[in-house]
């Protein structure tokens, strides 16, 4: 399953936690899932041949029926977007044609598509060859997300002649949870932590996790899931800098929204 939750312009904030600074991880928003539009068998698609591609850098075609038929010797790149399980209208899709950097920014060259009712789009009569990255805008923002990723860059896309390329359906989630408690870079005391946030609208339920900079050997809450809007930290923090998480989620488990960027705070204790 591919998800999408790190933004691209959030990619270097997040990319050093593992190594002792900031990381992003396998639920970042760079990700999307296989799409049920895309499930029919007499479809003309593009396949990678996984010995092609030996260092995974390629994103591998789904299956569906074409938009649109290439014209001759062209190609075809079709999609689907959807927020929180419904489809994403008049949302921009960016197919960078030679290259492109960590922010979500094409290099070059770029094409623009829009989505339609449907949430689906389409990039028609392209030129067969290798488009070094797709990002979908996370609605009106500043913030990109990739419809998949290799390491903390997009998968490329190859097209063929007289093929459609379907992308995997992007999930987009917003990142405009509100944490009440702790507040960003505050210093508060690690006895009794107690993390609360504002509800959000459709969430049924809401993922925790807490990492400590310069230990990433330890996660002091990971995985922790609440139907609440508040979570109490059951054993006392250690002083240090800490990074919080939190993605809240539909009653279809699918993820619609996250605390911005993460929140960073400070553990002090009273002396």
Same mark, same amino acid.
């Given at each position: ?52 591609? !030996? ?16 014209? !001759? ?24 044609? /030679? ?16 989505? /339609? ?12 060859? =290798?488009?070094? #990255?797709?990002?979908?805008? =996370? ?28 992308? !995997? ?17 505050? #210093? =508060? ?8 946030? /504002? ?24 995985? =922790? ?35 911005? /960027? ?10």
């Amino acid at each position: 399953m591919f998800t999408m939750e790190t933004t691209c312009r959030s990619l270097l904030s997040i990319a050093l936690l593992v190594f002792g600074l900031s990381c992003c991880d396998s639920k970042q928003p760079s990700q999307a899932v296989n799409s049920k539009t895309n499930t029919a068998k007499n479809a003309s698609t593009e396949n990678t041949n996984a010995n092609d591609d !030996p260092k995974g850098e390629y994103l591998k075609s789904e299956t569906g029926t074409p938009m649109a038929t290439p014209k !001759p010797g062209t190609s075809n790149i079709q999609g689907t977007v959807f927020f929180n399980s419904s489809p994403a209208e008049d949302i921009e899709v960016k197919l960078c044609v /030679d290259s492109a950097n960590l922010f979500g920014d094409c290099i070059g060259k770029k094409l623009i598509a829009k989505t /339609d009712k449907d949430g689906h789009y389409l990039f028609a009569d392209l030129e067969p060859r =290798v488009y070094n #990255a797709l990002y979908v805008r =996370v609605f009106k923002s500043r913030e990109y997300v990739h419809t998949a990723k290799y390491g903390f860059l997009s998968l490329k896309i190859r097209t063929q002649p007289d093929k459609t390329f379907f992308v !995997p359906l992007t999930m987009l989630f917003k990142s405009d949870l509100k944490v009440l408690h702790p507040k960003a870079n505050a #210093a =508060v005391e690690g006895q009794d932590l107690e993390i609360s946030w /504002d509800a959000y609208p459709d969430a049924a339920s809401y993922s925790i996790e807490l990492f400590q900079f310069g230990n990433p050997g330890v996660d002091h809450l990971r995985g =922790v899931s609440t139907q609440g809007t508040s979570y109490k930290v059951e054993n006392p923090l250690p002083d240090g800098h800490y990074r919080l998480r939190i993605e809240a989620f539909n009653s279809s488990r699918v993820k619609i929204a996250q605390a911005e /960027d993460g929140i960073q705070f400070f553990i002090k204790s009273a002396k």
